[in-house]
C-alpha cells in the first residue's frame, strides 16, 4: 500500500515565493501536460479519462493554493502572487472547457465500458463543457473566454475589497459600559477619551449586543454595514451585469437559471419560490418575535428594531426572559479547551485520531493536526492532515469558512484542509462556539471524502445547496449538555450547568422566525439582484428589506458591498435555508439524548459524508435515513 505524505510548506518567508510557483504554476503546466497527452490518445480510449483526471487533480491544486493562499498568508506580496495565480488557473480552465478537440476526446468514450465512477466522471465533465459553451460558435465562444477572464478579476477585487476594507468607529470609553472585563481592557482609550472599534467579528459583535449607548451602537453598525463602500457597488454592478451576459449567451433566461441547474434545488424560479415559502411560514413566528424586541427596546425609548439595536434587544431578552447571560456563559469557554474539546468530541463520534504536528505553517498561530482513522482492532490510519487558522489579523479573510489546501485523492495525495476563522484568543462567545463546529462539520466532510480515485469526488464535492447540511447539524452538538460538560468550564474547573445549557437552548429556541426572515432577505437579495440587475444596487435592497426582513435597515447603509457571498454563492444564498432544512432531517435519526453514542454518527460518516460527490446528495441522505428526504422535521422545529 502507498503510505502518502502531507505536503511540506516552506519554512522561511523568502521560500515562499519559489513554493508558490511551484505549487501554483507548475500544477498548471502539468495539467497542460496532461491534456495535450489526452489530444493526442487514441479516441474511445480509457485512458483518455485517466489523462482527464490527472488534469484535473493538477488544476484541484493550484486553484486550492492560490483560493487560500491569497486569503490567508501575511505577506502582501504573496497575496498578490497567489491572486495573479489565481487567474492563471481560471484562464486555464476557461480555455479548457472551450476546447472542442478535449470534448470530442471525452465524447468519444463508451459509458458502458466503464465502471460507475467513471460514467459520473464522464457525465460531469461533459456537462461542464456544455455548460461552459464548446458547442457554440467561434465568435460567441471568444466573448465567454472574455466574460470568465473578467469575472475572475472581479470576483478577486470583490474580496480583495472586504479582505482589506477595514473601518473604524471611535465611541466614548463610556461606551464599552455593558461589555464584559476582557474586551474593556484590550480596548484602551486615547488621550481624547475615545475607544477604537474595528468591524473585525471580535469587536463588532460584542459591541453591537452589549454596549449600552445606542448613539455609540449606531455608530459602529454604520461602518460595518458600510464595509467595502463605495469600491465595491461599482465591482459588483460589474459583476451582475457580467453574470447575466454570460447565462444568456449560454442559452439560459438570467443566471440564476445557469447557476441552479446542477444543484439539488434544480431552476431559479424554483429558488424563488422556495425563498417566499420559507419566508411566508416564518412570518407568524417572526412577527411576534418582533413584537417581543419591540416591547424590551421600548423601555430604552427604542422605537424601532433596525441593524443597531437588534443584537442588543435580542441578548436583553435572553437575559431578562430566559435567564441567559452571554457573559455569563462565555467563562466556560475559553478558546483552547473549546478548540480541543472540538476535536475530542468529533474523533469520538466519527472514530478519529488527530495528532498534534509541528510543521511550518504561513502564521505561528495555525495549529495543525494529521488525522487518523481509527480501525475495529486497534489500528490507526493516517487519511489526512488539518490546519486550525482560527484568529483575526490584518489582510486576513475576514469571514468564517474552510479552504482547500490539498484535495485528497487515493493512492495519491492526502487530503488537507484549513479552517480560517475571526474567534477570539481568550473566551468564547457561545455563538462563536457553535460557528467552531459549523465549520468543522465542512472540514471533517472534506477529511473523510478524501480517499475516491477521481478528484471530482474528493471532499466537499455534493451539490452546493446539500454542502451547508452536514455543518449545520454539527452545530447541534454544540448545544447539548453532556457534549459541552466535556470541555466547557470554569477558571475554577466546574462544567457548565446542565440547566445552564438548558436554558441557553431554549433561548436560542426564542426568535426563530425573526432570524429566518433575516436569512430569507440575504437569499432574496442574492437571487433578485442577479436576476434583475438593477441599476441601482442600494435602492433595490432597501425596496427588499421590508418585504423579507423584520429588521429596519439604517439609512446610508450598503450592506452588499460587504456581503462577500455574492462573489463566491453567486444567486445561491438560499442554500443555507435549503440545507438546514435536510439537516433536521438528518438530526432525527439521531438520539438527543446521547449525542456521545457512536452507532448512528458512524453510519453517518459512512453513508453521507465519506462518499464525497460520488453519489447524489439525495441518495446519500435517503441510504442514512431509510428514505427520501422531507421537511417535516424542519417544520416542526420552526412552528414549536
Keep these: ?77 504573496i497575496i498578490g502572487l497567489a491572486e495573479t495565480i489565481e487567474v492563471d488557473a481560471r484562464r486555464f480552465a476557461s480555455d479548457l472547457y472551450l476546447d472542442a478537440a478535449v470534448f470530442a476526446q471525452l465524447s468519444s468514450l463508451v459509458p458502458d465500458a466503464l465502471d460507475d465512477g467513471g460514467r459520473r466522471v464522464l457525465a460531469d465533465a461533459l456537462r461542464s463543457f456544455r455548460r461552459s459553451g464548446v458547442e457554440l460558435d467561434d465568435d460567441t465562444r471568444g466573448r465567454l473566454r472574455e466574460l470568465n477572464e473578467r469575472e475572475t478579476a472581479l470576483g478577486q477585487a470583490f474580496s480583495r475589497n472586504i479582505r482589506n476594507g477595514r473601518r473604524e468607529a471611535l465611541v466614548p470609553q463610556a461606551a464599552l459600559d455593558g461589555l464584559p472585563p476582557d474586551f474593556v481592557e484590550s480596548h484602551p482609550a486615547d488621550e481624547q477619551g475615545r475607544v477604537r472599534i474595528t468591524t473585525e467579528y471580535p469587536d463588532v459583535h460584542p459591541f453591537l449586543t452589549h454596549s449600552r449607548d445606542a448613539e455609540a451602537r449606531r455608530a459602529v453598525a454604520l461602518e460595518y454595514f458600510n464595509l467595502a463602500w ?69 423601555q430604552e425609548g427604542i422605537e424601532r428594531i433596525d441593524l443597531s439595536n437588534w443584537r442588543y434587544c435580542f441578548e436583553a431578552v435572553k437575559r431578562e426572559q430566559f435567564g441567559v447571560d452571554s457573559q455569563e456563559v462565555r467563562r466556560y ?28 505553517t504561513w502564521h505561528d498561530e495555525v495549529r495543525s493536526y494529521d488525522v487518523h482513522l481509527d480501525g475495529p482492532d486497534g489500528t490507526r490510519q493516517r487519511i489526512g492532515r488539518i490546519h486550525l487558522d482560527l484568529h483575526p489579523r490584518d489582510r486576513k479573510y475576514n469571514h468564517a469558512a474552510q479552504f482547500d489546501l490539498v484535495p485528497g485523492v487515493r493512492g495519491r495525495q492526502l487530503p488537507e484542509g484549513v479552517l480560517v476563522c475571526n474567534f477570539s484568543r481568550g473566551l468564547m462567545e457561545h455563538h462563536e462556539v457553535v460557528t467552531l463546529f459549523h465549520e468543522f462539520g465542512h472540514l471533517m466532510h472534506h477529511v473523510l471524502a478524501g480517499r475516491h480515485p477521481w478528484v471530482g469526488f474528493s471532499g466537499v464535492a455534493t451539490e452546493w445547496d446539500f454542502v451547508e447540511a452536514p455543518s449545520q447539524m454539527l452545530e447541534e452538538w454544540a448545544r447539548d449538555a453532556k457534549v459541552l460538560q466535556l470541555f466547557a468550564v470554569d477558571a475554577d474547573g466546574t462544567p457548565i450547568p446542565t440547566e445552564l445549557v438548558e436554558r441557553l437552548r431554549a433561548a436560542d429556541e426564542f426568535g426563530k422566525g425573526f432570524l429566518a426572515r433575516t436569512q430569507m432577505f440575504y437569499a432574496a437579495l442574492s437571487y433578485k439582484l442577479h436576476v434583475e440587475v438593477p441599476d441601482d444596487i442600494t435602492a433595490r435592497m432597501f425596496e427588499l428589506y421590508p418585504e423579507y426582513s423584520l429588521v429596519a435597515p439604517l439609512e446610508g447603509t450598503h450592506f452588499h458591498t460587504g456581503f462577500g457571498h455574492l462573489e463566491g454563492y453567486g444567486s445561491g444564498y438560499y442554500t443555507y435555508m435549503w440545507s438546514l432544512v435536510i439537516a433536521k432531517d438528518l438530526f432525527s435519526a439521531f438520539d438527543p439524548d446521547d449525542l456521545l453514542s457512536t452507532e448512528v454518527a458512524r453510519r453517518y460518516r459512512d453513508t453521507v459524508l465519506a462518499p464525497g460527490g460520488s453519489r447524489d446528495a439525495a441518495d446519500l441522505v435517503a441510504d442514512f435515513l431509510g428514505r427520501p428526504y422531507d421537511t417535516e422535521a424542519f417544520s416542526r422545529w420552526l412552528n414549536r
Excluded: C
Excluded at 486550492?64 to 501575511?74: E, N, R
Design 230 to 298: 463605495p469600491e465595491n457597488d461599482a465591482v459588483l454592478h460589474d459583476l451582475l451585469r457580467l453574470r447575466d451576459e454570460k447565462a444568456r449567451l449560454l442559452g439560459y433566461p438570467s443566471w440564476p437559471d445557469f447557476d441552479a441547474e446542477v444543484k439539488m434545488i434544480g431552476s431559479g424560479a424554483a429558488v424563488e419560490k422556495f425563498v417566499d415559502r420559507i419566508a411566508a411560514e416564518a412570518y407568524d413566528a417572526g412577527v411576534r418575535d418582533l413584537a417581543v424586541l419591540e416591547a424590551r427596546g421600548a
Design 1 to 77: 500500500m502507498t503510505v502518502l505524505e502531507p505536503i511540506t510548506l516552506p519554512t522561511t518567508p523568502e521560500g515562499w515565493s519559489d513554493w508558490l510557483e511551484e505549487r501554483g504554476r507548475g500544477s498548471l503546466r502539468a495539467a497542460g501536460d496532461r491534456i495535450a497527452t489526452l489530444k493526442s490518445a487514441t479516441p474511445g480510449d480509457s485512458v483518455v479519462l485517466e489523462l482527464w483526471n490527472d488534469a484535473a487533480i493538477a488544476l484541484a491544486n493550484a486553484f486550492a493554493t492560490t483560493s487560500l493562499f491569497s486569503s490567508v498568508h501575511p505577506d502582501p506580496e
Design 333 to 360: 469557554f475559553d478558546f483552547a479547551r473549546v478548540r480541543q474539546g472540538l476535536l475530542d468530541v468529533t474523533g469520538r463520534l466519527f472514530g478519529l485520531t488527530y495528532e498534534a504536528v509541528d510543521v511550518p
